[in-house]
């Protein structure tokens, strides 16, 4: 079993800085491509930034230039620096992982969700 365990939300001022982190354990043979979502009350999920198993990167245009997304391949672990933070950067963040397992079998995992509200 695989599972994806996020960490690192909370409440900041706008202008401020949060730290996500998104830990892989169990049954990994690899890691595929890595990526933050988000859900704010109302709108529908969407794609915050991605990470392949290689480091290149994608972001969405609203966050490009404040965010960084990196990863740990020895720790199984994915990041999200989240700079300069916007009252529309509140939502519930989500951790994504493209995981083949060690019985070589594809799985799409998500973690529980990690809550950030930026303060005005």
């Known amino acids: ?23 892989a354990s169990g049954n990994i043979f690899r890691l595929n491509t890595m990526a933050w979502y988000r859900q704010a009350p109302g709108n529908q999920r969407e794609l915050v930034a991605s990470i392949t198993s290689g480091g290149s990167t994608n972001y969405a245009d609203s966050v490009k230039g404040r965010f960084t997304i990196s990863r740990d391949n020895a720790k199984n672990t994915m990041y ?23 019985l070589l079998r594809g799985r799409d995992l998500w973690g529980q969700g990690t809550q950030v509200t930026v303060s005005s």
Not at 1 to 23: D, I, M, P, T
Not at 80 to 102: F, G, H, I, R, W
């Open 80 to 102: 999200l620096q989240m700079n300069s933070l916007k009252p529309e950067d509140t939502a519930v963040y989500y951790c994504n992982a493209d995981v083949t397992t060690t």
């Open 1 to 23: 079993q695989v599972q994806l365990v996020e960490s690192g939300g909370g409440l900041v001022q706008a202008g401020g800085s949060l730290r996500l982190s998104c830990a």
